[in-house]
Antibody, heavy 120, light 107 residues
Framework: QVQLVQSGAEVKKPGASVKVSCKAS????????IQWVRQAPGQGLEWMGI????????NYAQNFQGRVSMTRDTSTSTVYLELSSLRSEDTAVYYC?????????????WGQGTLVTVSS | DIQMTQSPSSLSASAGDRVTITCRAS??????LNWYQQKPGRAPKLLIY???DLQGGVPSRFSGSKSGTDFTLTISSLQPEDFATYYC?????????FGQGTKLEIK
């Protein structure tokens, strides 16, 4: 069955960086996009960007340009999200999510989420 | 960026009620509109994609439609498991922005 398993919760200080992993299984890793979406406590969903695991191309939301990097390792079917220059407003649950090439915005499977807490 | 405005932000209803949630796009998005359901502490779940196509395994009481840049999610007869927060998302152009959510609560 399709699974996206994310790395565990992180606590970071302001100004630091965080790297969250998302390991895919149960399908052909290079045949689906991976999106990253975050949700601050008690807030709505915020789209961060998308990566094509096949070639590694990315498209980031302007809000995160310069601070975000999405990469993949096809040998382990893992996608990574790195966010730098963290501030308290980056405290959120970060989700990876799979989307088909035919409809890249429509996520059909989600990871369990990774809570990133930014606090001094 | 395309803005998605959802209404209402919260809604109280009873089991068996018919409920509609609306999402308005700030510009034309064709039919690139998805609806998600999220329960507390859980990841969202795709209900409807491309305005009106039901994701596999989603009950037929959920349906979607559009009129111009206004999109509607309808639940024909609320079941206890439907009480959750619902989000629309446009898939026309990146960033794939979400509406602010509609919290559906038990009356």
């Amino acid at each position: 069955q399709v699974q996206l398993v994310q790395s565990g919760a992180e606590v970071k200080k302001p100004g630091a960086s965080v790297k969250v992993s998302c390991k895919a299984s149960g399908y052909t890793f290079t045949s689906y996009y991976i999106q990253w979406v975050r949700q601050a406590p008690g807030q709505g969903l915020e789209w961060m960007g998308i990566i094509n695991p096949s070639g590694g191309s990315t498209n980031y939301a302007q809000n995160f340009q310069g601070r975000v990097s999405m990469t993949r390792d096809t040998s382990t079917s893992t996608v990574y999200l790195e966010l730098s220059s963290l501030r308290s407003e980056d405290t959120a649950v970060y989700y990876c999510a799979r989307a088909p090439f035919s409809s890249e915005s429509s996520v059909d499977y989600w990871g369990q989420g990774t809570l990133v807490t930014v606090s001094s | 960026d395309i803005q998605m405005t959802q209404s209402p932000s919260s809604l109280s209803a009873s089991a068996g009620d018919r409920v509609t949630i609306t999402c308005r796009a700030s510009q034309s998005i064709s039919s690139y509109l998805n609806w998600y359901q999220q329960k507390p502490g859980r990841a969202p779940k795709l209900l409807i994609y491309a305005t009106s196509d039901l994701q596999g395994g989603v009950p037929s009481r959920f349906s979607g439609s559009k009129s111009g840049t206004d999109f509607t999610l309808t639940i024909s007869s609320l079941q206890p498991e439907d009480f959750a927060t619902y989000y629309c998302q446009q898939g026309y152009s990146t960033p794939y922005t979400f509406g602010q959510g509609t919290k559906l609560e038990i009356k």
